[in-house]
């Protein structure tokens, strides 16, 4: 049957066809980046990394593009706050970014846009749209006849009359109709801006997306992906944009991954339950975090509590468990032995419910549940007495290469030696000497993830496993 999406704009499941036979075009709205990222921004990150290495487990070339916005009236508040340049407030947390996402197992895309890296293609665009018709300039800022697009409101199957009632018109702005949104901004004394024939100013928000996704993927993309909460306003804008300009399908698949609440309420700064990855991150081992956020499938709401994350934290290493007695009694087992069908078809039935699963709109719970199964088998087999390196073997593969497709690891780390261990304290003492504090915190961070506890005395630094 292949694999099935559920598509947003259809609200059904649909048989996965690319517009090219074996590529992917993927487009995933990536952050705004004046901070790091909490556990929501990471739910999507986790959800569609798994995605792009599912299809390229089936085979299919995908080429994967998330973006960065790197101007925004957050970016510019923060930059203000702290006096320095948004360049390097946002390249900051950039980098924080990968780092937060590399320990959770995420591979980088293909292509990581800015917004400021594309200002040409954004006024290009625009003009394009305002020659159309479908958009234009009052006082310096430019909007989008939001009515102009047949069909406004059919990814979240609003009516436009309906989203009339509420939309208003804010102080300053000189719109022909409420519903209208801004494509450039005009700027405001003491804020970053760029020249355009409409005057000095800066694009609005969902015009980047429409323009990078065009850029790097051409007019029209396979899967464009992001938060439940993208779906109103930022991504019915997208289309509008994108289809007014290229006369063509944007996406054919949209994908929406669910709300996290805390502890059943939902996540905010003002709740006082604000969840940064950069801070989790050190209480908790990010694989298992990863394997938290795929044990409930990614259309649902989660909701992270600590005794649901220390079920997770339990089940990981259940599969860690069975994997490493595996490779141990391959590591002791000498014979070749003959080839045993039972053992390696049982092997075999795992792989393909785990794939039945995930062709189901990419059901990673069920997948998970196929883990355990494999777990289950591979425990029985190491009871037998004739265990062959063979079938051995078929189990190490499967564990790899089904848990590779999620994302986890289940080889067991080396443990640090004693003596590298003193080696990386001398380091970081001589680190904070140099003033190289993120050095010398990052050595910090990794040996406490390593379960090696710093203690500083008058005599100095001492550690011990914890």
């Known amino acids: ?48 990394d798994t995605v792009r290495r599912y299809l390229q487990y089936r085979g299919f070339d995908v080429t994967f593009v998330s973006n960065f916005t790197d101007v925004d009236d957050k970016i510019i508040k923060a930059a203000n706050e702290l006096g320095e340049e948004t360049s390097e407030l946002t390249e900051r947390f950039i980098n924080a970014y990968f780092e937060d996402i590399t320990d959770l197992g995420c591979k980088k895309a ?22 159309k018709g479908y958009a234009y300039e009052s006082q310096g ?29 804010e102080a300053g702005e000189k719109k022909e109709d409420p519903l209208d949104f801004a ?36 007019d029209t993309i396979d899967i464009h992906a992001g938060g439940q909460d993208l779906t109103f306003p930022h991504h019915e804008n997208e ?32 709740l006082g339950n604000f969840v940064l990855v950069n801070d989790i991150k050190k209480q908790i081992d990010p694989q298992v975090l990863r394997f938290f956020m795929l044990s409930v499938h990614y259309r649902y709401p989660i909701n992270f509590a600590k005794d649901l994350v220390e079920s997770a934290a339990a089940g990981l290493e259940r599969l860690r468990t069975s994997f490493n007695n595996v490779k141990h009694r391959l590591s002791v087992t000498a014979e070749l032995g003959a080839e045993n069908d039972e053992w390696l078809a049982k092997i075999e039935a795992v792989r393909a419910s785990f794939e039945t699963s995930m062709d189901d709109d990419f059901n990673t719970a069920n997948a998970i549940s196929d883990l355990f199964e494999l777990s289950h088998v ?89």
């Not at 293909?110 to 305002?130: G, N």
């Not at 405001?188 to 993927?217: D, N, Q, Y």
């Not at 944007?250 to 709300?259: E, K, P, Q, S, T």
């Open 239 to 270: 289309i509008a944009q994108s289809e007014a300009h290229n006369d063509k399908t944007f996406a054919r698949y949209w994908m929406h991954n669910g709300y996290i609440n805390i502890d059943n309420e939902k996540m905010s700064k003002s």
């Open 1 to 48: 049957m292949g694999i099935q999406i559920f598509n947003s704009l259809s609200r059904e499941k649909e048989p996965f066809i690319p517009l090219e036979e074996g590529k992917v075009k993927m487009y995933v709205c990536g952050p705004t980046v004046y901070n790091y990222i909490h556990i929501g921004n990471a739910r999507p990150v986790i959800v569609y």
């Open 378 to 466: 591979a425990n029985v087999y190491l009871n037998e007495t004739n265990t062959t390196t063979r079938v051995l073997q078929a189990f190490l593969d499967a564990f790899t290469t089904l848990g590779d497709v999620l994302g986890l690891v289940f080889e067991q780390q080396e443990e640090l030696l004693d003596a590298e261990i003193d080696a990386l304290l001398e380091e970081r003492i001589q680190s904070r000497k140099d003033r190289n504090f993120a050095r010398a915190d990052e050595i910090r961070d990794m040996l406490q993830n390593m379960g090696i506890i710093l203690e500083d005395t008058r005599q100095g630094t001492r550690w011990k496993r914890g």
């Open 141 to 169: 800022d430019v909007y989008y006849r939001t009515r102009k697009f047949d069909g406004y409101g059919k990814l979240s199957h609003q009516n436009i009359d309906d989203l009339k009632v509420g939309a208003r018109i």
């Open 183 to 218: 494509l450039w901004k005009a700027a405001k004394p003491g804020e970053i801006f760029w020249a355009s024939p409409w005057g000095t100013g800066r694009p609005g928000w969902h015009i980047e997306c429409s323009v990078m996704a065009r850029e790097h993927l051409g």
């Open 110 to 131: 293909d292509a990581h846009p800015k917004v400021t890296e594309h200002m040409d293609d954004i006024i290009r665009f625009i003009e394009v749209l305002i020659e």
